[in-house]
């Protein structure tokens, strides 16, 4: 049986279950290609059933990760329309994200 090891973590107002050497893709963290940081938010780490929570945040907890790629996700088209007075609207967005490895999770 493999042993089971999560952490939730928050960055960029969302909150993301990350496990290791698992990619994940975040709002963008400024940094280059290759570098690594951790994540100062963590609510909770599982340890194959040793689960600890935060009273908002874990104690201790550590979860690192390294930047893979900085990109731009799809595009979002947003329409507004108001019927019987020739009113429309129409606009995009494309949200810059980062592509992160989780390399290690310690509590």
Same mark, same amino acid.
């Not at 963590?42 to 194959?48: G, M, P, Q, R, T």
């Given at each position: 049986?493999?042993?089971?090891?999560?952490?939730? !973590? =928050?960055? %960029?107002?969302?909150?993301?279950?990350?496990?290791?050497?698992?990619?994940?893709?975040? $709002?963008?963290?400024? @940094? /280059?290609?290759?570098?690594?940081?951790?994540?100062?938010?963590?609510?909770?780490?599982?340890?194959?059933?040793? !689960? =600890?929570? %935060?009273?908002?945040?874990?104690?201790?907890?550590?979860?690192?990760?390294?930047?893979? $790629?900085?990109?731009? @996700? /799809?595009?979002?088209?947003?329409?507004?329309?108001?019927?019987?007075?020739?009113?429309?609207?129409?606009?995009?967005?494309?949200?810059?994200?980062?592509?992160?490895?989780?390399?290690?999770?310690?509590?």
């Amino acid at each position: 049986m493999s042993k089971k090891l999560f952490a939730v !973590v =928050k960055t %960029g107002g969302k909150q993301y279950i990350v496990e290791e050497n698992k990619t994940i893709d975040i $709002e963008k963290i400024e @940094g /280059e290609t290759g570098a690594s940081f951790s994540f100062d938010s963590i609510f909770l780490v599982a340890n194959d059933g040793d !689960v =600890k929570v %935060g009273a908002p945040k874990v104690e201790g907890a550590k979860v690192e990760a390294t930047i893979k $790629e900085q990109f731009r @996700g /799809e595009k979002v088209e947003i329409q507004k329309f108001k019927r019987k007075t020739g009113y429309r609207r129409r606009n995009g967005h494309r949200q810059s994200l980062t592509k992160v490895l989780i390399t290690k999770i310690s509590a």
